[in-house]
Every structure is written in structure tokens, then in C-alpha cells.
């Protein structure tokens, strides 16, 4: 009974965890992924630098001060990779255009070809949704798109 009740505990935790993690800024988790491993990696050179073994142990206190500062672990990229705020991108296929907002991770959508051209895909309902995916049946690439939408849009979708 013990184990069963500990199952059951175990299993509610991680769906709350589940619905926090999609639900979350996916910069916020960025970050608290970043601080976590900072400090991991300096907790575990701490202890290694304890036991007298200095070749492992400064290597992941400067790598876990690097994910602290810098926010990456390894070489800096001096090409200034860094992305500015407002960015987004756009991508086009013969019967959609999809755009993605890097900072919110909203994705929108225009239909350019077929029956339902020129509409917005936020102004279509779940039926008309499907039906346009039948549609796209024969351009996988299209049909890609729509269903990386549906994704966000309506999880769960699929079933």
C-alpha cells in the first residue's frame, strides 16, 4: 500500500511539473536551467577540490562559473550570436505563411492558397483547422507547419 500511495504522489508531482514547464516563459526556464547547472557544477568542484582532486574539480567550478556569468558552458562565441528583443521569424510554404515571436514563442499564420486563402489561422475554428490540415495532405511541408500550430494552439489535437 506504501509503494502504491508513494506511486501515485510521484505521479501528481510530475504532472504538475509537466503543465508548469508548458505553461512556462521559455526564457525564464532558459535561465533557471542556466543557474542550475551553474550551481550544480560548482557544488560538485567544491566537493571534488575537498577530496584532493584539483584536475577535475577546477575544470567544472570555471565551467559552472561560466553558465553563472556568461550563460553558456564552453567556448564564448565571438560572432555575437546573441539575439536582440523583438526578433522573430517567418516561413512561408506553398499554402502557409507561419510566423514565430522568439521572445513570447507565439506562432501565427496566414493561409495563402486553397479554400480558405487569405484567412488568419487565429480566426479559424478547431473544425475548419482539421479540414484545412486534410487539405495540406499533399504538401507535407504545409502540412508540417500546421501541425507544429496545432501543437501550441490545441494540444492534444492528435488523439
Given at each position: 500500500?506504501?509503494?502504491?500511495?508513494?506511486?501515485?504522489?510521484?505521479?501528481?508531482?510530475?504532472?504538475?511539473?509537466?503543465?508548469?514547464?508548458?505553461?512556462?516563459?521559455?526564457?525564464?526556464?532558459?535561465?533557471?536551467?542556466?543557474?542550475?547547472?551553474?550551481?550544480?557544477?560548482?557544488?560538485?568542484?567544491?566537493?571534488?577540490?575537498?577530496?584532493?582532486?584539483?584536475?577535475?574539480?577546477?575544470?567544472?567550478?570555471?565551467?559552472?562559473?561560466?553558465?553563472?556569468?556568461?550563460?553558456?558552458?564552453?567556448?564564448?562565441?565571438?560572432?555575437?550570436?546573441?539575439?536582440?528583443?523583438?526578433?522573430?521569424?517567418?516561413?512561408?510554404?506553398?499554402?502557409?505563411?507561419?510566423?514565430?515571436?522568439?521572445?513570447?514563442?507565439?506562432?501565427?499564420?496566414?493561409?495563402?492558397?486553397?479554400?480558405?486563402?487569405?484567412?488568419?489561422?487565429?480566426d479559424l475554428?478547431?473544425?475548419?483547422?482539421?479540414?484545412?490540415?486534410?487539405?495540406?495532405?499533399?504538401?507535407?511541408?504545409?502540412?508540417?507547419?500546421?501541425?507544429a500550430y496545432?501543437?501550441?494552439?490545441?494540444?492534444?489535437?492528435?488523439?
Amino acid at each position: 500500500m506504501v509503494f502504491f500511495v508513494t506511486g501515485v504522489a510521484v505521479l501528481v508531482v510530475l504532472v504538475v511539473l509537466g503543465r508548469a514547464f508548458v505553461a512556462a516563459n521559455p526564457r525564464s526556464l532558459v535561465r533557471a536551467l542556466r543557474y542550475t547547472v551553474g550551481v550544480v557544477l560548482i557544488a560538485v568542484g567544491v566537493v571534488l577540490a575537498l577530496g584532493e582532486r584539483f584536475g577535475l574539480a577546477l575544470p567544472l567550478i570555471a565551467a559552472g562559473i561560466s553558465a553563472l556569468t556568461v550563460g553558456r558552458i564552453g567556448p564564448i562565441d565571438l560572432g555575437g550570436s546573441r539575439r536582440s528583443a523583438g526578433t522573430g521569424s517567418t516561413v512561408r510554404s506553398s499554402f502557409l505563411e507561419m510566423h514565430l515571436d522568439h521572445d513570447t514563442g507565439a506562432m501565427t499564420g496566414t493561409v495563402v492558397k486553397g479554400n480558405a486563402a487569405g484567412q488568419a489561422l487565429e480566426d479559424l475554428d478547431e473544425a475548419a483547422l482539421l479540414k484545412l490540415a486534410g487539405e495540406l495532405a499533399g504538401d507535407p511541408e504545409s502540412l508540417s507547419l500546421l501541425e507544429a500550430y496545432l501543437d501550441r494552439r490545441m494540444p492534444g489535437w492528435r488523439e
